[in-house]
């Protein structure tokens, strides 16, 4: 069955960095375009970044642009984002999710999640 | 912050229709499907509607989808106790080349 993992997060200071990894299973991964979505502390969900199966398109919230940077490793079955120069607002719970088809952007399958909670 | 409006609560006693509303524009909701998502308290969101009314294999035909120019709906019909969550509505948007979430709404079974 498809899963997705995400692991990395954690307390960081503001201005620091954090590399959340999402590894995934069950599926053909280099198949799919993956996404980040985030949901900060008792608020809605935020769309984050979209990255396609070769990592040849790559889409960002203008919230992250310039400092969040995604990427994948196909051989690894493994999804990236690597978040820079972090500040209060980017507190929250991040899923990542697989994109289900090429033509429409939906997301059928979800992680648990992962917190990274930015603080000093 | 979000571009999709919804209402920020609904609720309905078992067995009730409950419908959500979801206000957009003719950048998302206007040319592109819509996707409804639903989040149960503590857990990852789960699709409900994708393209505008269709169904994933195991979600109930009690919840069903529609689309109408930049708005669209989601109806819960025979409202159950499992029902009770939040729902957010989503599209992309071609002006931000990303995807944009409804603010949420809560459902509550009283």
């Known amino acids: 069955q498809v899963q997705l993992v995400e692991s990395g997060g954690g307390l960081v200071k503001p201005g620091g960095s954090l590399r959340l990894s999402c590894a995934a299973s069950?599926?053909?991964?280099?198949?799919?375009?993956m996404t980040w979505i985030r949901q900060a502390p008792g608020k809605g969900l935020e769309w984050v970044s979209y990255?396609?199966?070769?990592?040849?398109?790559?889409y960002y919230a203008d919230s992250v642009k310039g400092r969040f940077t995604i990427s994948r490793d196909n051989a690894k079955n493994t999804l990236f984002l690597q978040m820079n120069s972090l500040r209060a607002e980017d507190t929250a719970v991040y899923y990542c999710a697989r994109v289900a088809t090429v033509t429409m952007v939906y997301f059928d399958y979800w992680g648990q999640g992962i917190l990274v909670t930015v603080s000093s | 912050q979000s571009v999709l409006t919804q209402p920020p609560s609904a609720s309905g006693t078992p067995g009730q229709r409950v419908t959500i509303s979801c206000s957009g524009s003719?950048?998302?909701?206007?040319?592109?499907?819509v996707y409804w998502y639903q989040q149960l308290p503590g857990t990852a969101p789960k699709l409900l509607i994708y393209r505008n009314d269709q169904r994933p294999s195991g979600v109930p035909d009690r919840f069903s989808g529609s689309k109408s120019g930049t708005s669209a709906s989601l109806a819960i019909s025979g409202l159950r106790s499992e029902d009770e969550a939040d729902y957010y509505c989503a599209a992309w948007d071609d002006s931000l080349s990303g995807e944009v979430f409804g603010t949420g709404t809560k459902v509550t079974v009283l």
């Open positions: 069950g599926f053909t991964f280099s198949d799919y375009c």
């Open positions: 990255i396609s199966s070769t990592g040849s398109t790559i």
């Open positions: 003719s950048s998302n909701i206007g040319s592109n499907y």
